[in-house]
């Protein structure tokens, strides 16, 4: 996406991308077409090629952020500890963040930092894996709290 081609498939092909992106970015099996169809419908929305890309590409360094969004993303950049408490979610079948890169982040977390490798799961565990999501957060919310 960060080259003239990607963007070209993007715009012209969405559909194909985000399909090819659920079909491989998880274990097969996490929805259907009827799914995909119901979420697709917001491919037509005429912002979502630019979104789409622009996400991509900040990300990458290929585009300035968000100007607004400055101040935070300099202190995000400038954080080299984490003082509260952190969760992380992780499917363990996550094809494009690996599930080894959210291992060992304890150092960085002094407010304490829990991974749940989520079982079968995908690089979408809310999707994939819904009550899962929400029972780890309420339990790590409930135990928040309680500190």
Do not use: C
């Not at 290929?62 to 984490?82: H, T, V």
């Not at 499917?91 to 291992?103: F, N």
């Amino acid at each position: 996406m960060a080259t003239g081609r990607g963007e070209e498939f993007v715009r012209q092909h969405g559909r194909s991308f985000a399909r090819f992106q659920w079909d491989s970015w998880s274990p097969p099996g996490w929805f259907d077409d009827d799914l995909f169809e119901r979420v697709a419908k917001s491919f037509a929305n005429p912002d979502w090629p630019d979104v789409t890309l622009h996400s991509y590409r900040v990300r990458w360094g290929e585009a300035d952020p968000d100007p607004r969004y400055a101040e935070l993303a300099r202190k995000q950049i400038e954080a080299e500890i984490i003082s509260v408490p952190a969760l992380v979610l992780h499917g363990d079948d996550d094809r494009v963040v690996l599930p080894d890169s959210s291992k060992g982040k304890e150092p960085y977390f002094t407010g304490g930092y829990e991974r749940v490798l989520l079982p079968g799961v995908g690089h979408f565990p809310t999707r994939e894996a819904p009550a899962q999501v929400r029972e780890g957060l309420e339990r790590f919310l409930l135990e928040f709290g309680r500190q």
